[in-house]
């Protein structure tokens, strides 16, 4: 299992909950976090099969920015 680290814009429960449906589909349920007390909002996705491209173009379907850390 590798951990991939995101810097993004997701900003509040909101926007978790747009981005939600994709993540879940690309890296699942319960395998990925946001953290928004850090001003760089990182998002945290363990997995065994995810790359970065996939988890960087579900949140930008989202409507969201995300940048490998």
Request: charged share 25%; proline share 3%.
């Amino acid at each position: 299992m590798k951990t991939l680290k995101f810097n993004t814009n997701i900003k509040c429960g909101g926007c978790l909950q747009q981005v939600t449906p994709k993540l879940n589909e690309v890296a699942g349920n319960g395998r990925w976090q946001v953290d928004l007390a850090d001003p760089r909002k990182v998002l945290t996705v363990e997995t065994d099969s995810s790359n970065e491209e996939s988890i960087v173009s579900a949140v930008r379907e989202a409507g969201f920015e995300a940048q490998a850390v």
